[in-house]
């Protein structure tokens, strides 16, 4: 028994070892994780300094706008950002993995849809919709005292891009484009109007809590595709480009070129990562409709979830 005790001992002891010195390759210096202006991408990039932290990282957070981050990726004065839409990011994000300094980490398993909106009761004053050439009928009924006799389209922050301007031009869609200034503002609009059942269209996202609080449509544009975006000759309009509706898809993970290599634990645990739609959208309207604080709601998620995150980090 004594002698089984000495070998389990000196087993422990090289473990304990090798984990030392796997632990002391790793830097002590601080992740730095980017953090944008809407509550799901706050909630994401929470549940992941968490998690890192859980793991004995040190983890920090810095604003930064959604694409202008990509140049702080580069430089590795950003580290990880956990939310490039596969609907507005792609396009910098492949610039960024092209150059050599961005890697892409991998889904987040949330997949997303980003496109104009409208509740049902526009599609009684507009009733081609949800078929974007309604718009070209009706974009009057849109109009407010500001913009008519043009249709007003509320859009999102303009760091979020999305080129709505250019798909107006492009589908010559008598409407004006207004830039809400936050996450927050865009769906004070939305409760706004439907209260008064006044007209609006506007971007809307998912996951989100608004589709399933709100009854509506996205509207039907032109399929999208990479070409429709890159060659003006690729559409319905032959002189221009952006012709079509927004891509949809996965959300991903991007990390400065160098996080694998000087924090290769937490590159395995930043992959490994992975959680759905519907749980984000219960959280986000947690945050957004219950008025829950965002870190109450990240450790909600830790402690129910502690045997998923952990398992991730024992991978």
Known sequence: MRQNLRIFGAAALTAAFSASSAWSA??????????HDWSGQLINTKIMGRILQEAGY?????????????????????????????????????EATASGKVVNAGETGLMAIEEWWYPSYMKE????????????DCADEFSTAETSPNGRYVGGPVTWGGFDEERVEALE????????????????????????QDPIVLWIYVPHWAPAKYEGEFVEFPPYSSECYSDPSVGVNPDLAYDCGKPRGP????????LPEKWPGAYEIVQAYNI??????????????DGVDIDAVVSDWMTVNKERWSGWIAN
Request: proline share 3%; glycine share 6%; hydrophobic share 45%.
């Open 26 to 35: 790793e830097s002590a210096d601080p992740i730095r994780l980017t953090l």
């Open 125 to 136: 004053r507009c009733p081609g919709l949800p078929d974007w050439q309604a718009l070209k």
């Open 173 to 196: 869609l008598d409407f004006e484009v207004v830039h809400a200034g936050t996450d927050a503002a865009l769906f004070a609009e939305l409760e706004s109007a439907y209260q008064r």
């Open 276 to 289: 759905s739609n519907d749980e984000m959208s219960a959280m986000v309207g947690k945050a957004d409709l």
């Open 251 to 258: 959300i991903w993970k991007a990390a400065w070129a160098g």
């Open 58 to 94: 040190n983890v920090e957070y810095v604003q930064a706008d959604y694409i202008a981050q990509f140049a702080g990726l580069k430089t590795g004065d950003l580290h990880l950002a956990m939310e490039i839409w596969e609907t507005t990011g792609r396009e910098a994000l492949d």
